[in-house]
């Protein structure tokens, strides 16, 4: 299922979920179990926004999901600033089914990956948690070659381009979530850099947008003043 398929169909429960999706019932099992231990560690961390814990399938859930129909036959994840692990958990999760699927999580606040771990052991997800900044993880892991690169409300688009810039080579799509400010986040953007673009609608915000960025590359230092001017 792609970002545009079900727009306007909210995924308020666990059973609209799957309806929504198409998931099984072994997949709905997993992310019930998700949902309780991130109830129960909200408690004492701060995974996400207390205020949308009572929206927590459509708000989280759906809205991480929806990537996963974005690219159906991606084999290597990366998702950047993971937090609670929306999206790249999610996804991992949608994609446990796939023996070659492989999610890599980065995230430097060591109470959400301890979280993040725990989640990983009691539902065995094809996760690895890199537990750092992302700029220390992009120099340890120069040799990464991954397939998708993700993040959601983790920076602004010209801030977050820097931060992925050395894993988004040619054959690497970066999928970000983002939200009623797109157009001028591009916009800004497009002073310092140069990428292909795609817009999608958001399955659970009207306002929101899935950015696809492809063939990134630095404006040279003149343009990029021209840019400006």
């Given at each position: 299922m792609t970002a545009g398929d079900k727009r306007g169909a909210p995924a308020s429960s666990a059973g609209s979920f799957a309806e929504t999706f198409k998931v099984s019932h072994e997949t709905i099992h997993s992310l019930q179990r998700y949902v309780e231990l991130l109830e129960h560690w909200q408690k004492t961390t701060n995974l996400v926004a207390p205020s949308?814990?009572?929206?927590?399938?459509?708000?989280?859930?759906?809205?991480?999901?929806?990537?996963?129909?974005?690219?159906?036959?991606?084999?290597?994840?990366?998702?950047?600033?993971?937090?609670?692990?929306?999206?790249?958990?999610?996804?991992?999760?949608?994609?446990?089914?796939?023996p070659a699927f492989r999610m890599h999580l980065v995230e430097s606040n060591q109470k959400k990956c301890a979280f993040l771990s725990e989640v990983v052991r009691a539902l065995k997800a094809p996760v690895d948690i890199h537990a750092m900044r992302i700029e220390q993880f992009a120099e340890k892991a120069q040799s990464l070659r991954p397939d998708v690169v993700s993040a959601r409300a983790l920076a602004p688009l010209t801030r977050l381009l820097e931060l992925a810039e050395p894993f988004l080579?040619?054959?690497?799509?970066?999928?970000?979530?983002?939200?009623?400010?797109?157009?001028?986040?591009?916009?800004?953007?497009?002073?310092?850099?140069?990428?292909?673009?795609?817009?999608?609608?958001?399955?659970?915000?009207?306002d929101a947008?899935?950015?696809?960025?492809?063939?990134?590359?630095?404006?040279?230092?003149?343009?990029?003043?021209?840019?400006?001017?």
């Open positions: 949308t814990l009572p929206e927590v399938w459509n708000r989280h859930i759906a809205d991480s999901a929806q990537l996963a129909g974005l690219a159906p036959n991606a084999r290597l994840w990366l998702d950047l600033g993971s937090g609670g692990g929306f999206p790249g958990l999610v996804v991992a999760i949608l994609k446990s089914g796939d080579r040619e054959e690497t799509r970066g999928i970000f979530l983002k939200g009623r400010d797109t157009a001028t986040e591009i916009a800004t953007a497009e002073a310092r850099w140069q990428f292909d673009c795609v817009c999608h609608p958001s399955l659970t915000a009207d947008r899935i950015v696809e960025i492809q063939n990134l590359r630095r404006r040279h230092p003149l343009a990029e003043m021209r840019c400006g001017s």
